[in-house]
């Protein structure tokens, strides 16, 4: 068990407010610690990544600063993301780049680019700025493409899936195989509508602001959405290549287009929409360490759209060489920040959510539990 | 001196639910108004920064609250808590009016919490803040942004220019502000432990103060001293037992300590002095400030055994903890052997029967001096755990007297002409003794609204 001042301040801070539960209808990481009396780091990380960071409670906090208390769950949970992003990857060593995490995905962006840019113009010479009769395949082959991102994905998908299991071990959840799928399922929902980001009736969240808002929400939606949508497309076109002898280029009315530009329209408008919240959202709750790893990731995924559809509109011009190395470039460098970016919070927070299930279900808590506590009862605090 | 040549319809003085509701239905009313709040911003909203719920009639299902809820029944409450002393017609006249608090609120953009799986049935008389009080005093003062009331923070009035039961205006320092009406709505003056002290002697030094440290009664006391009509006593006030580690002021909700009724409590003699298990601790728990403060250095120790732990809301400080009663005693300062004495007999005299905590279960002790009446289990299983408890102040009854339409009552029975009041500072008239959880909020909300459409009708037609 980890002790830092992340985990000791995070435990002050609730231990406060559960003898308080004012904040009890906003979301569920309140819902959690109400079915808990001691907090220890396992708790607090499952706590941490129930939390959006939407500032609900902060603003309505009768004990936020200045009062002595000093009481921020939204900053408090940031900063102990932060860490427990770290704590849980795989392999361990690279859970420092969370620390300075937008500068070294800056550099990895720029990296990538670099060696695309570079690659594609040496692979194809004086016929990088021409028009290729199979577009973009005529500048980097099918075979070539499908190694290297084939390759890439492997790791990624294992790292992905070995931080992923340190943190449900760490949830105490049971093995997939003997979980209550409709916990699951619940758990999915909650995940998929970001129920908690609706300020817990509806309205909306603190988010930019103290006024509550669903933009958030909307945008945040559209970035997920739009990413599954690309990934659909993507998907759909290995499908048709491998299935049905359909290699790309498609026209635009086929189904890997269709949902490729769908999706990639959200991941115009999403990622935007969060950036100019975040520019505008109150700077007390958003942690002390989040060093640029939202900003990069919101950047990667714009970039990898932009360039995405750029290259649409330019694969039959002499410009495709230059657009699909400038879109290569983006996508290998959001692929290979996948486990050691935000990206990873997605999977955390369904587990969370997941686990979160699990205990209502039970009305008892599950997560960080030596042995369950079958007198915990209920009450509410009339004020 | 600031002398500002504006004329404002409305000048209402503190930016709790109750000014913030009449400065918003003077405003809306057509009326010019000017919000004097005392606190910095941060600190904005007086005690309703504290609170968390209010207590509307309903005589079916309302916004969040379901079932009925309705006069007679509300009444008989009030009747029950106050042993009398209201003021029927003005009281009733009250209740009514509370049927539309939550709509008035929602229409503003305050947001009450949905039901939540599990919890007790309040849903059905308390209407919940989502996020507690603070959320409704931000959603207010966004609304009085938008409707242009002239918000000042830091603004305490410090004294009132008033002619033959007319008010001309307010002085913030030096500066005037001229109103053609005037709403007190100034909170109480439980911060104000001088004049705690005046009312309560020496024993009031060791008085916590749950609410904001900015109400300090100024306003009251000036009122008064300018002729109102005074409504109950100085040394009436809601104090409950908490915490004797809390902070002096504001440590609000969460320093209360819910295990009374599951232990013993002791002075610090090491002495039982009142029945722990009277009642339901919701019902019970606004006497035992008073309880404490009556006894040597106001405080008490309650003591519990590992059968207790989980069993009550968890407290913001951690217990004293030890193994044996002796030990503990040393650590919370008490003499052990008298503790241990204390214990041993109130363990012998446990009479048999079955603990259930969610009814009174009349496991009682007999022959005792002091007995406990229900839910009086020996103290034997360590660990033990001790909390200190002291008498937190929650508000005063302390106020000015009003008529049905908000209007101050002068000392010689006489009607101010353009002087409200609303909240705390007049709550008195209507609860003149005892509580009911949200009933301060609906006495601020239902005379806040009052106030401020009587003081704009007022201004707008002179």
Known sequence: MRSTTNIDEAARVMTICNACRYCEGHCAVFQAMELRLEFNTENLDYLANLCHNCGSCFHNCQYAPPHQFNLNVAAVFADLRQENYAVYAWPAPLGRLFSQNGLWVSILTAIMLGLFMAGGAILTGADFFAAHPNQFYGVISHNVLVTLFGSVGIFVFIALSLSIRKFWRAMSLPSPLSLDWLNVWTGIKAALSLKYLDGGNGQGCSYPTEKPSMLRRWFHQATFWGFMLCFAATSTATVMHYGFDLPAPYGYISLPKFLGILGGLGLLVGPIGLMMLKLQADPAIKGRSNGGMDTSFLVLLFGTSLTGLLLMLLSQSSWVGPALCLHLGFVMALFLSMPYGKFIHGFYRLIALVAFAVEQQKHQAVVGVVEPDPDMIKVKNLG | ?462
């Open chain 2, 1 to 462: 001196m600031n002398i500002s040549s504006q004329c404002f319809d409305v000048v209402v003085a503190g930016g709790g639910q109750a000014g913030l509701i009449a400065a918003i239905v003077a405003a809306e009313a057509g009326a010019t108004v000017c919000l004097l709040e005392g606190a910095p911003k941060s600190y904005r909203g007086g005690n309703t920064r504290h609170t968390r719920n209010l207590r509307p009639m309903h005589e079916g299902p309302l916004s969040v609250l379901s079932g009925v809820y309705d006069e007679e029944e509300y009444w008989d409450d009030l009747l029950r808590v106050t042993k009398g002393k209201t003021n029927e017609p003005m009281a009733r006249m009250m209740l009514r009016e509370s049927a539309g608090c939550v709509d008035w609120l929602e229409k503003r953009g305050v947001q009450f919490q949905p039901p939540l799986g599990g919890t007790l049935h309040l849903g059905r008389t308390n209407a919940f803040f989502m996020g507690g009080g603070k959320q409704l005093v931000n959603a207010l003062y966004r609304w009085a942004e938008g409707l242009s009331i002239e918000i000042r923070y830091d603004a305490k009035v410090t004294d009132i220019a008033f002619e033959n039961n007319r008010f001309l205006g307010a002085y913030v320092g030096d500066e005037w502000i001229k109103g053609k009406t005037f709403v007190a709505a100034a909170g109480g003056f439980e911060a104000n432990v001088e004049w705690l002290r005046e009312a309560w002697g020496p024993v009031a030094d060791n008085f916590l103060i749950r609410g904001t440290p900015y109400n300090r009664g100024e306003l009251l006391k000036l009122l008064l001293d300018k002729g109102a009509m005074q409504i109950g006593e100085p040394d009436q006030c809601h104090a409950v037992a908490i915490d004797g580690r809390a902070p002096k002021f504001d440590g609000g909700i969460c320093t209360r300590v819910d295990c009374v009724s599951l232990g013993i409590v002791v002075n610090k003699d090491a002495k039982r002095f009142y029945d722990e298990g009277e009642d339901f601790w919701p019902k019970r728990y606004a006497i035992w400030g008073r309880l404490v403060a009556k006894q040597p250095d106001q405080i008490g120790h309650v003591i519990i055994d590992t059968k207790s732990k989980g069993a009550f809301m968890p407290p913001v400080f951690p217990a004293e903890t030890a193994s044996t009663i002796e030990e503990l005693a040393i650590k919370i300062g008490l003499d052990p052997q008298t503790l241990r004495e204390t214990v041993d007999q109130f363990n012998a005299a446990v009479q048999p029967g079955k603990f259930d905590h969610t009814e009174l279960d009349g496991l009682a002790t007999a022959g005792l001096e002091v007995n406990k009446t229900n839910w009086a289990r020996p103290i034997d299983s360590p660990p033990y755990s001790a909390y200190s408890l002291k008498p937190g102040i929650t508000f005063t009854y302390l106020g000015v007297g009003v008529d049905q339409s908000a209007r101050m009552l002068m000392s010689d029975d006489t009607l101010s002409e353009n002087i409200f009041a609303a909240g705390e500072i007049m709550a008195g008239n209507v609860l003149g003794e005892g509580y009911l959880a949200g009933i301060g909020m609906t006495i601020g909300n239902v005379f806040g609204q009052i106030a401020g459409r009587e003081a704009a009708k007022y201004a707008l037609n002179n």
